[in-house]
C-alpha cells in the first residue's frame, strides 16, 4: 500500500540555523504534498503544500522541494525562531476527489537558544 | 474559518464497551477522515469516507467501525474498546476542488483511555 517515510524523527538546531526535514512516498500517483505543523496540544495546521507540476515552493522562511523521479520531498526552514518547535508531518495524497492523505511519522523539532 | 469539532477531548471507557467517536464539520466538505496519533508513528489512518454514506478502510481498520449518514458528520466506532485502542484520535475534513487536492482541516482531537 502507500506509504511516506519520515526523517529524521527528532531534530534539534540553534536558534538563527536552517532546518531540513526528508520524506519519501511510495505511491508515484501521488501529486500532492502537504506539510502539517503541530504545536504542542493543538491540532495539526497546514503550513505549506506543493503540487507535482513544481519543483519547489517558498513562503517566506519555509520551503519545500520535490523530487518526483526520486520521490522525495523535503522541508527547508531557515533562521529558525522558537515559535518553530513543533512537530512536523509531511503527507502525500493522489490527485482525486476521493484520495486518501497519508501522513509520514512525523519530526519533532526543537530550537535551542 | 472551518471548523472541524470532536465531541470530546478526553474520554474514559472500559475494556470491552463500545465507543463512539463523533466529528463534525460545518464546511460542507466531502471528505472526512479519521486517524490516530501515537509518539512515533505519526497519523495513521483509520477510515476515509469520500461523500456520503461512502467509506474506504486506511492502514489499521481492525476493531474500529465508521458511519457516514450526513455530510457535516463522521463517527468513529469501537465496537469493542481495548487497552490497545487508547490513543489520539484526530477527525479531518477537506473538500477538493474539481479532484484537485487541497487543504485538510483537522478537530482538536480526543485522548482516549482505555482502562
Known amino acids: 500500500g502507500e506509504n511516506v517515510e519520515q526523517h529524521p524523527s527528532t531534530l534539534s538546531v540553534q536558534e538563527g540555523d536552517s532546518a531540513v526535514i526528508k520524506c519519501t512516498y511510495s505511491?508515484?500517483?501521488?501529486?500532492?504534498f502537504p506539510w502539517y505543523k503541530q504545536e504542542l496540544g493543538k491540532r495539526p495546521q497546514l503550513i505549506i503544500d506543493?503540487?507535482?507540476?513544481?519543483g519547489e515552493k517558498k513562503d517566506q522562511r519555509i520551503a519545500v522541494t520535490l523530487n518526483k523521479t526520486a520521490k522525495h520531498f523535503s522541508l527547508h526552514i531557515t533562521e529558525t525562531q522558537p515559535e518553530d518547535s513543533a512537530v512536523y508531518f509531511c503527507a502525500a495524497s493522489r490527485g482525486s476527489s476521493a484520495s486518501k492523505i497519508i501522513f509520514g511519522s512525523g519530526t519533532r523539532l526543537s530550537i535551542r537558544p | 474559518d472551518v471548523k472541524v469539532t470532536q465531541s470530546s477531548r478526553y474520554l474514559v471507557k472500559r475494556t470491552g464497551e463500545k465507543v463512539f467517536l463523533e466529528c463534525v464539520q460545518d464546511m460542507d466538505h466531502e471528505n472526512m477522515f479519521w486517524y490516530r496519533q501515537d509518539p512515533g508513528l505519526g497519523l495513521r489512518l483509520i477510515y476515509f469516507s469520500y461523500d456520503v454514506k461512502m467509506k474506504e478502510k486506511g492502514d489499521i481498520p481492525e476493531g474500529y467501525s465508521v458511519s457516514r449518514e450526513k455530510k457535516e458528520r463522521f463517527s468513529l466506532i469501537l465496537e469493542s474498546a481495548s487497552t490497545n485502542q487508547t490513543s489520539m484520535y484526530l477527525c479531518?475534513?477537506?473538500?477538493?476542488?474539481?479532484?484537485?487536492?487541497?487543504?485538510?482541516?483537522f478537530g482538536q482531537g480526543t485522548r482516549l483511555t482505555v482502562v
Open positions: 505511491d508515484s500517483a501521488s501529486n500532492y
Open positions: 479531518a475534513s477537506r473538500s477538493p476542488a474539481q479532484g484537485v487536492n487541497t487543504e485538510a482541516f
Open positions: 506543493i503540487r507535482s507540476n513544481v
